[in-house]
DNA sequence: AGGATAGGCAAGTACTCACTTGCCTATCAA
DNA sequence: TTGATAGGCAAGTGAGTACTTGCCTATCCT
């Protein structure tokens, strides 16, 4: 669950990607492997893009839908929001406290 | 930089030593240890634990003090903020949009 | 001093994962 | 229908990494 999110965000291409879908969502797969390679100067095949691709869909921050032979990519970015609270706000509970 | 960060949170043990350290800072390795075996029933020896806190430090996430033999660690949060920021309020700067 | 406790260093192993290569399917335009 | 475009499936390779094992150093207690 939360295992796959962070390993999403664990590649830095991952990350570029989320960067671009963050500047223009909706972007096709094309798209997306002309922005890293013109951008980012990303030498990176048309595979292996669509495999970091629905590496992020299954963490649920990115979203698709098919019109004819097009698939869009859409941002979303609920998921990240959970990840910095498990940490910054931990007085959930107050479990057994031994002091060695 | 930020890559030291998202790959310190990739690992479900590393995750699960924030919460502890979340819970109670300034643990020592060996108190550490004995909460992943006992709460977690995690069966990871002592040098693992070890190389973890140190990818925990390098990301910035912990901070240690030495008094004597024992070596206190400490949570640090502050580099947490960032992360849902980077996307989730991502108008910081318009730059070219070229329409394909 | 001697033993016990707390931690560190370094090499080896096994497994994950990012990426490539090759081929196949589906949609659209001529 | 033919060719071009957009995307998918699957096996193979190489590098990174989580973990172990073995040994070593430093501090404390009696």
Redesign the interface.
């Known amino acids: 669950m939360?295992?796959d999110l962070?390993?999403a965000?664990?590649d830095?291409t991952r990350?570029t990607i989320?960067?671009e879908l963050?500047?223009?969502s909706g972007q096709t797969l094309f798209?997306i492997c002309?922005r890293l390679s013109m951008k980012h100067q990303l030498g990176i095949s048309r595979q292996a893009v669509s495999q970091h691709l629905a590496v992020l869909e299954a963490a649920g921050l990115l979203e698709t839908r098919r019109e004819g032979r097009y698939k869009f990519h859409d941002?979303n970015?609920a998921p990240?929001?959970q990840?910095?609270e498990?940490?910054?706000a931990?007085d959930t509970s107050?479990?057994e406290?031994n002091t060695?």
Do not use: S
Request: charged share 35%.
């Open positions: 939360a295992d962070f390993k965000l664990a830095p990350r989320l960067d963050a500047e223009r798209e002309a941002l970015t990240l929001r990840i910095a498990r940490w910054l931990t107050g479990p406290e060695p």
